[in-house]
């Protein structure tokens, strides 16, 4: 069973930034495309940014793109979500999921995922 933790999450202003991490038990962690998605209160979960298995595709929602980054580092076993000029609509809990063998379009889309963290609080408030 791949277990999933995220952490980095916390209390930022408009404008600032912030990097969550999702650090996997997985040894063979390349072979997941890993992603975050997030909750906001009332809506739906929603794919924000994923990257695909071996780290050649990636994909970000249209609301993120030019503010989040997402990249992996698979020694470390770790997926970042570097994430730029944070908005008040970006609060959410935000989770990481990941899916074997998944592309990033096809991880961050409806497909099931494999496996899912719990989940760390984003709030964006002044």
């Known amino acids: 069973q791949v277990q999933l933790v995220e952490s980095g999450g916390g209390l930022v202003q408009p404008g600032g930034a912030l990097r969550l991490s999702c650090a996997a038990s997985e040894f063979l962690v390349n072979l997941y495309g890993i992603g975050w998605f997030r909750q906001a209160p009332g809506k739906e979960r929603e794919g924000v940014s994923c990257?695909?298995?071996?780290?050649?595709?990636?994909w970000h929602a249209g609301s993120v793109k030019g503010r989040f980054t997402i990249t992996r580092d698979n020694v470390k076993r770790t997926v970042y979500l570097e994430m730029n000029n944070l908005e008040p609509e970006d609060t959410a809990i935000y989770y990481c999921a990941a899916k074997k063998w998944a592309s990033a379009q096809k991880l961050c889309g409806p497909s099931a995922k494999d496996h899912w963290g719990q989940g760390t609080q984003v709030t964006v408030s002044s």
């Open positions: 990257i695909g298995t071996g780290g050649h595709s990636t």
